[in-house]
């Protein structure tokens, strides 16, 4: 069955950085799109970013571009976001997503979420 | 941007009532080159990640009980639960994929 396990979260204090990860089994990760979309405790859900399967696109919310990247490595079926210039704003419980298709931009499985603090 | 307004913010249904969330987008999703309308539905149950439930505004995801559907077109959109069960408590929310991705904002339902 499909698994996304997200790992890299912790606090940490603005401005620095931090890269999330997503582990990712029981399908052919290559073959879909991935995302990352977060929540704010209490708060609704926020798109984040997208990666193609091939990892030659990538688009980015507004809120966070130029500021987070998107990366996959298909040969460890592993998503990142790399995360830098960090804002208590970007205070979220971050989830990886998988494409329903190859780009269909809606999501048929979620990870569990790593929790992600801004604070000094 | 496509801004995605659900009514009502929460709403109390009794078990085995019809429950109704409505989704509006500020422009139309509607790709006319392929008549779909670029809109899905998720239900996030306390504690949970969300689950897709439907897409293409009105295609039940696999495994999804019946009693949930999804309609309309354009910019007006509604999912509806025919029998509400103890296990549809959740919020739910409406995305829009025709451009920059976005949600609404979250409907909550709950047992009267």
């Known amino acids: 069955q499909v698994q996304l396990v997200e790992s890299g979260g912790g606090v940490v204090q603005p401005g620095r950085s931090l890269r999330l990860s997503c582990a990712a089994s029981?399908?052919?990760?290559?073959?879909?799109?991935m995302h990352w979309v977060r929540q704010a405790p209490g708060k609704g859900l926020e798109w984040v970013a997208v990666?193609?399967?091939?990892?030659?696109?990538?688009y980015y919310a507004d809120s966070v571009k130029g500021r987070f990247t998107i990366s996959r490595d298909n040969s460890k079926n592993t998503l990142y976001l790399q995360m830098n210039s960090l804002r208590a704003e970007d205070t979220a419980l971050y989830y990886c997503a998988k494409d329903r298709e190859m780009t269909a931009y809606h999501f048929d499985y979620w990870g569990q979420g790593t929790l992600v603090t801004v604070s000094s | 941007d496509i801004v995605m307004t659900q009514s009502p913010d929460s709403l109390a249904v009794s078990l085995g009532e019809r429950a109704t969330i409505n989704c509006k987008s500020s422009?139309?999703?509607?790709?006319?080159?392929?008549?779909?309308?670029?809109l899905a539905w998720y239900q996030q149950r306390p504690g949970q990640p969300p689950k897709l439930l439907i897409y293409w505004a009105s295609i039940r995801e696999s495994g999804v009980p019946d009693r949930f559907s999804g309609s309309g077109s354009g910019t007006d959109f509604t999912l509806t639960i025919s029998s509400l069960q103890a296990e549809d408590v959740a919020v739910y929310y409406c995305?829009?994929?025709?451009?920059?991705?976005?949600f609404g904002q979250g409907t909550k339902v709950e047992i009267k």
């Open positions: 995305q829009q994929y025709y451009t920059t991705l976005g």
């Open positions: 990666i193609s399967n091939d990892g030659s696109n990538k």
């Open positions: 029981g399908f052919t990760f290559s073959s879909n799109g």
């Open positions: 422009q139309s999703i509607l790709y006319n080159s392929n008549n779909k309308n670029y």
